[in-house]
């Protein structure tokens, strides 16, 4: 998904009198052509999968395909329509797990939805982590993202209350019983404070150019501590 969405870009560097846009376009067109190569190998998998575990999977791969490249494509372009995050939550978050464990087990468990919230907070976090870096770009552009549309101020609010939310979530999980040893989540607290501390920055700044690698690390430690807490 991340290789194929910057080919909308194209026609905008086209445009442009850059001295490096044919430099970002053959990379965009490399990008692109190895986005091609890695879907066909994970549709392969995802058939023998699915006739390991039932044909629901192909309609999850199908689904999951024309959302990846919906993010950026034509017609839908939801990132143009401001449902990036939105998006997101569902495809790389409830979706992307509930059929990881459906293509393991070979069942449909409901609890599973549950506890994927958490991963679909984060997912949607890293995208808006994105989404603010390049807002200045993006508002010049006119691309009207979900930051673009509802300000710089509530994007960094709405970030920061989806990195904070999984805390809560995950007691909520414990105490139902869905998850069992919630202080494997205590580590990724430590990588918290840095993504959150660069919101005080103004729009545009350099400091926020980390701002996504930061939210992968918070992502990359409380996943582990998330995937412990569950088994």
């Not at 080919?7 to 430099?23: F, N, R, V």
């Not at 609890?111 to 982590?129: E, Q």
């Not at 580590?187 to 920055?201: D, E, F, G, H």
Request: charge should be neutral; aromatic fraction near 12%; include cysteine.
């Amino acid at each position: 998904c991340n290789l194929i969405n910057d080919y909308a870009d194209i026609s905008l560097w086209q445009s442009s009198d850059e001295a490096l846009a044919a430099e970002v376009i053959k990379s965009i067109r490399l990008n692109s052509f190895l986005a091609i190569v890695l879907t066909i190998i994970a549709s392969v998998i995802g058939i023998w999968l699915a006739a390991q575990v039932g044909w629901q999977l192909i309609v999850i791969g199908v689904l999951g395909i024309i959302g990846g490249y919906s993010y950026t494509g034509e017609p839908l372009n939801y990132k143009r329509l401001g449902l990036g995050v939105v998006a997101t939550f569902v495809f790389t978050g409830v979706l992307m797990v509930s059929a990881a464990y459906y293509a393991a087990a070979g069942v449909w468990n409901v609890n599973v939805i549950f506890i994927s919230i958490p991963v679909s907070f984060l997912s949607s976090a890293l995208l808006l982590a994105n989404e603010i870096r390049d807002y200045v770009d993006d508002r010049r552009l006119s691309i009207h993202t979900l930051t673009v549309r509802m300000g710089f101020k509530f994007a960094k609010y709405m970030y920061a209350s989806l990195l904070l939310i999984v805390f809560p979530v995950s007691i909520l999980l414990f105490f139902l019983g869905l998850i069992n040893n919630i202080a494997y989540l205590l580590p990724s607290l430590l990588c918290i404070y840095q993504p959150v501390k660069r919101l005080a920055c103004e729009p545009g700044s350099s400091d926020l150019a980390g701002l996504p690698q930061l939210t992968g690390r918070f992502y990359l430690l409380f996943g582990i501590g998330f995937m412990l807490s569950v088994t």
